[in-house]
């Protein structure tokens, strides 16, 4: 005697499903990368999006004491840029701060003399300015040639370790910035 073993009969939906299962599973990540490539369109945008001319005419008037480096930190509180380029002011601070350099910070609402003499001349946060062992203004813009600070070239660090490769104080960037209050 034979016997044959009967399957029970395939239903109709199952043979939908099957099909359908890896559409789904396609359009599910088709959706995730859509979203992921406009979340970093938006964060790039909001962030690097900003052209910033320093023009440091006005800044190179001001003279500071001879005998060793002056560097100033541009930093407002409220730049939401600001959270990237402190790590690399602490960074910077650390590595030469046994130099012959002397490091101060202004904020919008100082109002020492540096920052008055500066009021108007600085054009976004987060910047930097470095005067030389003369007195004279060497450097005046971004800390790096990157998006955000710290990525790229590091422009400031490159002139502390060189002072003589010459002034860059005139300079476009695009980057992270937020205008300076006035």
Excluded at 29 to 47: D, E, K, P, T
Excluded at 53 to 65: H, K, P
Excluded at 130 to 152: A, H, Q, T
Excluded at 161 to 167: A, D, R, W
Aim: hydrophobic share 40%.
């Amino acid at each position: 005697m034979n016997t044959v073993a009967l399957s029970p009969p395939e239903s109709p939906l199952e043979s939908i499903r099957t099909p359908a299962r890896p559409l789904v599973g396609v359009a599910v990540l088709l959706v995730w990368v859509g979203l992921m490539c406009a979340l970093f369109w938006w964060f790039q945008y909001r962030f690097t999006s900003t052209w910033v001319t320093f023009d440091g005419t006005e800044v190179a008037e001001i003279q500071m004491e001879e005998g060793s480096r002056t560097v100033v930190h541009f930093v407002d509180q409220g730049c939401s840029c600001t959270k990237f380029s402190l790590p690399h002011i602490q960074d910077l601070e650390d590595q030469w701060q046994s130099s012959n350099v002397t490091f101060r910070t202004l904020t919008p609402d100082d109002s020492n003399t540096l920052s008055l003499r500066l009021s108007g001349k600085v054009p976004a946060s987060p910047a930097v300015a470095m005067w030389g062992i003369d007195g004279e203004l060497v450097y005046f813009g971004p800390y790096s040639s990157g998006s955000i600070c710290g990525e790229g070239e590091d422009l400031l660090s490159k002139l502390l370790v060189n002072e003589t490769e010459g002034q860059w104080t005139s300079q476009e960037s695009v980057g992270c910035f937020c205008p300076w209050p006035s």
